[in-house]
């Protein structure tokens, strides 16, 4: 299996733009999740589907971040319209129901708001 | 509320020496305890878990020390090498639930 796959790997945008990362999950994962990693704040869980239904976004900063997850191999995290404190690594995990050995994570998205 | 409290935020060590990670939880319906390793410019991955029924699990150079009643874990590495230098992560969480992450620890062994 090719594990968890992001994309992009780098992105740059500019204040205001429209910026989606994209997230395909292992194949018959049920469960994924997107997280934010900063210096100061560590990982923090944003969003987590299960069967592609969202169950918690009480992560989600505002409302300009939106995440959908129209099948289950795949899933996209929109930011509308991206400030430059959105600026982080974006992570995206999948992993089973009643799979003891937790999660696995993609490579990230290393995203800089200008 | 912080879930998981994690503790040093960074760690030097002498190549050969125990480096020693420690976190605390809140919730004591918690069933499963990861630690999660970090390489510059990638994802963490699971290093090594345990469940609260046991109080210890080793795997190679990485040992989990658990303390139920005290709600707190520790990850300790025998004979750190150099390439042990990483970022780690505790977590806590109830199996096919999420997991709550600590705030990370940078770890850098000199050899």
């Known amino acids: 299996d090719a594990g968890v796959i992001q994309s992009p790997r780098h992105e740059v945008t500019e204040m205001g733009q429209e910026v989606t990362l994209r997230c395909k999950p292992i194949s018959g994962h049920d469960y994924l999740f997107w997280y934010r990693q900063t210096m100061m704040r560590g990982l923090e869980l944003l969003i987590y589907?299960?069967?592609?239904?969202?169950?918690?976004d009480s992560g989600m900063p505002e409302d300009r971040f939106s995440a959908k997850m129209p099948n289950a191999s795949f899933s996209t995290l929109k930011i509308q319209p991206s400030e430059p404190r959105d600026s982080a690594v974006y992570f995206c995990a999948s992993r089973s129901t009643g799979d003891y050995y937790g999660y696995t994570f993609g490579s990230g998205t290393r995203l800089t708001v200008v | 509320q912080q879930q998981v409290k994690q503790s040093p935020q960074s760690l030097i060590v002498q190549k050969g020496g125990i480096s020693i990670i420690n976190c605390a939880y809140e919730n004591t319906a918690f069933d499963y305890f990861p630690w999660y390793q970090q390489f510059p410019g990638k994802g963490p991955a699971l290093l090594i878990a345990?469940?609260?029924?046991?109080s210890e699990k080793k795997e190679g150079r990485f040992t989990i020390s658990f303390n139920k009643s005290a709600k707190q874990f520790s990850l300790h590495i025998m004979d750190s090498q150099p390439g042990d230098s990483a970022t780690y992560f505790c977590a806590a969480g109830l199996t096919g639930n999420q997991f709550y992450f600590g705030t990370g620890t940078s770890l850098t062994v000199i050899p």
């Open positions: 589907f299960n069967n592609n239904v969202p169950i918690d």
């Open positions: 345990i469940r609260p029924d046991v």
